[in-house]
């Protein structure tokens, strides 16, 4: 599927995540985890190998590189996630108007967040968990350089999600070329944030360049 037919299963599976109780979500949090780790051997096979042949630097190797105790460090991230309060529906403060009115101010999800990133794969699995956990879709936007393992991740994650009786695109791989991002860059109305994760070339670029709202983190370390 293209970046609008994506957005717009997600966009369909977060009105439902958004009513969704904490007990479910949690649910869905370690079937992850448990997709995860039955999945180890085939995410194992991941990217290194065509790195290599590409010529690529160790230190990118290092980033791209799985082992099963990173897998397993992925799958505790989500059970890790799943022991946490339910961020939705949080009271963070509150005042009476002088009409008698009260407002509170309230957390709620956001919707379908777009998250745009470089190399290391668990950020997929991060990614996907923590939105998960605050009632949001995700669609993921990895590195061609980790395609391989990205595509294994999501599809176990996704497994996951099914098996706790969740909706499969609330976590959805976008794969592609530069037109992919473009594509997410230009979604207004289909994605409801983009995040850019990765260093300062591709933070600026999707600051610069977003028709989508941007949360702008900061530049990663690269060595």
């Known amino acids: ?3 609008a037919e994506l957005a717009r299963a997600a966009r369909i599976a977060a009105r ?3 009513v969704t109780d904490r007990a479910h979500k949690d649910a869905g949090l370690r079937a992850m985890a448990n997709a995860l780790t039955t999945a180890t051997e085939e995410i194992l096979a991941g990217d290194v190998a065509r790195a290599r042949a590409a010529g690529t630097g160790e230190a990118s190797i290092d980033r791209l590189a799985l082992d099963r105790g990173r897998v397993m460090a992925m799958a ?5 996630l799943a022991a946490l309060p339910d ?5 963070l403060r509150g005042w009476r108007l002088p009409n008698g009115v ?11 967040i777009g998250i745009i990133y470089e190399a290391r794969p668990n950020v997929t ?22 395609v ?42 289909l994605i409801d944030v983009l995040i850019p994760r990765g260093g300062a070339g591709l933070i600026g670029a999707v600051v610069s360049g977003s028709q989508v709202p941007v949360i702008e983190t900061g530049t990663g370390n690269c060595h």
């Open 1 to 3: 599927m293209n970046v």
């Open 16 to 18: 439902g995540l958004a």
């Open 76 to 80: 505790d991230g989500l059970h890790a």
């Open 87 to 91: 961020p939705v529906g949080e009271v």
């Open 102 to 112: 009260r407002v509170d101010q309230v957390r709620v999800p956001l919707g379908v």
């Open 125 to 146: 699995a991060d990614a996907a968990g923590i939105c998960l956990k605050s009632g949001n879709a995700s669609l993921l936007r990895g590195s061609s350089s980790a």
């Open 148 to 189: 391989d393992s990205n595509r294994v991740i999501v599809q176990a994650l996704r497994a996951g999600l099914t098996a706790a009786g969740l909706p499969d695109d609330a976590v959805a791989l976008v794969e592609g070329g530069h037109e992919t991002t473009a594509g997410m860059m230009q979604a207004r109305g």
